[in-house]
């Protein structure tokens, strides 16, 4: 079992930034691969980022693609992600969410573990 638990949304001024965290615990091999996605009301949800723990590889939807950045602490288990030049179409919950390898790590993969989501509010 992984535990996951987010901080750090909340409401920002377009053009603005926010970072959230992302503290993981629990079986290690299941959260090699830590994904973030969010899904606004009436919407599908959506991939943002992913990132391989082991090697560093991030993977970014276009979207958010050059104004979002996902890191990694190995040592904390926390996942960060760096949101910069923030849109109101931004606005959404946002969830961390981790799964193992066995089919790669990338934002199509099955992620069977999830946070609770934080929610990050954009105004225009």
């Known amino acids: 079992q992984v535990q996951l638990v987010e901080s750090g949304g909340g409401s920002v001024q377009a053009g603005g930034s926010l970072r959230l965290s992302c503290a993981a615990s629990?079986?290690?091999?299941?959260?090699?691969?830590m994904g973030w996605f969010r899904q606004a009301p009436g919407k599908e949800r959506e991939g943002v980022a992913a990132?391989?723990?082991?090697?560093?590889?991030?993977y970014y939807s276009d979207s958010v693609k050059g104004r979002f950045t996902i890191s990694r602490d190995n040592a904390k288990n926390t996942v960060t992600l760096q949101m910069d030049s923030l849109k109101p179409e931004d606005t959404a919950m946002y969830y961390c969410?981790?799964?193992?390898?066995?089919?790669?790590?990338?934002?199509?993969?099955?992620?069977?573990?999830w946070g609770q989501g934080t929610q990050v509010t954009v105004s225009s």
């Open positions: 629990g079986d290690t091999y299941s959260r090699y691969c």
């Open positions: 969410a981790a799964a193992g390898l066995s089919r790669g790590c990338h934002l199509g993969v099955n992620f069977p573990y």
């Open positions: 990132m391989h723990r082991l090697t560093g590889t991030a």
